[in-house]
């Protein structure tokens, strides 16, 4: 199975700050990496597919890149309602693997 | 407006079986791959299932191979996911998610929360 890690697991931040995530694969998964956000009591929504694509209704930002087994999401500049939780999840190879998800809170 | 809509959650001993349904509207349910995914409380995203366009191929997690499986009626559209020899472990809550025609998963439901307990 693919093992997917992200950092930092939380991270405190202010409104307009620019944050980044990273997301790491345990093997290349090429360009396979999605991103979700996850705010509290409610489902996952989809952010960005294959590795950078912005996915429809997202705010511009928002941007992924990478590729191989390494990957970032990053929030140029960070608004109230971004607070929530992000996950990677590789659709390289079955099982699919979500990584463990990092919490982004206001400083 | 494109919706998913789980139902079938609840309390149940060890042992057990619970059968979860996913009610799919606003889109062509026919034409998209389906998932299952679950939630402990607190936890991250674990993906348990997924099914194809028409019901004949399916994977899954090793954590529920043998014990769940899922399926689907395109007339109805729904989909569902049956649970058998249910343990703590399987607490959670549960989401059915659409297949962005592997672009991720693009529609979620608002999930249905099962818990195995005596």
């Known amino acids: 199975d693919i093992q997917m890690t992200q950092s930092p697991s939380s991270l405190s931040a202010s409104v307009g700050d620019r944050v980044t995530i990273t997301c790491r694969a345990s093997?290349?998964?090429?360009?396979?990496l999605n991103w979700y956000q996850q705010k509290p009591g409610k489902a996952p929504k989809l952010l960005i597919y294959g590795a950078s694509t912005l996915q429809s209704g997202v705010p511009s930002r928002f941007t992924g890149s990478g590729s191989g087994t390494d990957f970032t999401l990053t929030i140029s500049s960070l608004q109230s309602e971004d607070l929530a939780t992000y996950y990677c999840?590789?659709?390289?190879?079955?099982?699919?693997?979500f990584g463990p998800g990092t919490t982004v809170d206001l400083k | 407006e494109v919706l998913l809509v789980e139902s079938g959650g609840g309390l149940v001993q060890p042992g057990g079986s619970l059968r979860l349904s996913c009610e799919a509207s606003g889109f062509y349910f026919s034409g998209h791959w389906m998932h299952w995914v679950r939630q402990v409380p607190g936890k991250g995203l674990a993906w348990l299932t997924r099914i194809n366009e028409g019901g004949g191929g399916s994977s899954y997690a090793d954590s529920v191979q043998g014990r769940f499986f899922v399926s689907r009626d395109n007339a109805k559209n729904k989909l569902y996911l049956e649970m058998n020899s249910l343990r703590a472990d399987d607490t959670a809550v549960y989401y059915c998610?659409?297949?962005?025609?592997?672009?991720?998963?693009?529609?979620w439901g608002t999930g249905t929360t099962v818990t195995v307990s005596s």
């Open positions: 998610a659409r297949d962005s025609h592997h672009s991720g998963m693009d529609v």
């Open positions: 999840q590789q659709s390289d190879s079955l099982p699919l693997t």
């Open positions: 093997q290349s998964i090429s360009r396979y």
